[in-house]
């Protein structure tokens, strides 16, 4: 029995532990899910929920219309955000092998920024002690490549996690030439 209930530890057959928030640490239900949210005390990896606020979708002009950034400039602009919290995050708490930026619209994903630091044997887990509002640590120990979705036909509102990319110029700058880093997506 035990051996059974390790082989289906979250996944669709658990019907204790909520598979999405095992997965990514976010669930669509939020407090209102019927499975455990289990949170773990450390992780490599954290995740600033809604942190990003796509120009896209928030920018209204006085009148209530949206203001169109072209392709060029809402890619500036999410390469200026991207490297403040990369560069932030780096110089407090060491090397980051990945980060990645949700650009989905439903609410437990939108803005969600998920932060995985090479491994390293004296590093405490980073945001234990004192965790800002909106950081949690997601079970998540790399980003599983199943909820990834790169040609969906859903759209924004996808419980999937589609990534914002970042430019080739920024993802040299911030990872380097190196193949030591994950920063491939």
Same mark, same amino acid.
């Given at each position: 029995? %035990?051996?059974?209930?390790?082989?289906? =530890?979250?996944?669709?057959?658990?019907?204790?532990?909520?598979?999405?928030?095992?997965?990514?640490?976010?669930?669509?239900?939020?407090?209102?899910?019927?499975?455990?949210?289990?949170?773990?005390?450390?992780?490599?990896?954290?995740?600033?929920?809604?942190?990003?606020?796509?120009?896209?979708? %928030? %920018?209204?002009?006085?009148? *209530?219309?949206?203001?169109?950034?072209?392709?060029?400039?809402?890619?500036?602009?999410?390469?200026?955000?991207?490297?403040?919290?990369?560069?932030?995050?780096?110089?407090?708490?060491?090397?980051?092998?990945?980060?990645?930026?949700?650009?989905?619209?439903?609410?437990?994903?939108?803005?969600?920024?998920?932060?995985?630091? %090479?491994?390293?044997?004296?590093?405490?887990?980073?945001?234990?002690?004192?965790?800002?509002? *909106?950081?949690?640590?997601?079970?998540?120990?790399?980003?599983?490549? =199943?909820?990834?979705?790169?040609?969906?036909?859903?759209? *924004?509102?996808?419980? =999937?996690?589609?990534?914002?990319?970042?430019?080739?110029?920024?993802?040299?700058?911030?990872?380097?030439?190196? *193949?030591?880093?994950?920063?491939?997506?």
């Amino acid at each position: 029995m %035990a051996e059974y209930l390790a082989s289906i =530890f979250g996944t669709e057959k658990d019907k204790v532990n909520c598979p999405f928030y095992f997965k990514i640490g976010a669930c669509r239900h939020g407090d209102r899910c019927s499975r455990l949210h289990n949170r773990p005390t450390f992780s490599q990896t954290i995740l600033l929920q809604n942190l990003y606020m796509n120009p896209q979708n %928030a %920018a209204l002009t006085a009148d *209530g219309s949206h203001i169109m950034l072209d392709d060029v400039q809402a890619q500036q602009e999410y390469d200026e955000f991207f490297e403040e919290i990369f560069v932030e995050l780096e110089e407090k708490y060491g090397e980051i092998e990945e980060m990645n930026v949700c650009n989905n619209l439903g609410d437990h994903l939108v803005g969600n920024v998920y932060v995985r630091w %090479a491994p390293h044997p004296v590093r405490r887990a980073v945001g234990v002690e004192r965790r800002p509002r *909106g950081l949690y640590l997601p079970s998540v120990t790399e980003t599983p490549d =199943f909820f990834l979705h790169r040609e969906c036909t859903r759209g *924004g509102f996808c419980h =999937f996690m589609h990534l914002k990319p970042i430019s080739r110029e920024l993802r040299r700058k911030l990872y380097g030439r190196s *193949g030591n880093r994950k920063g491939k997506r």
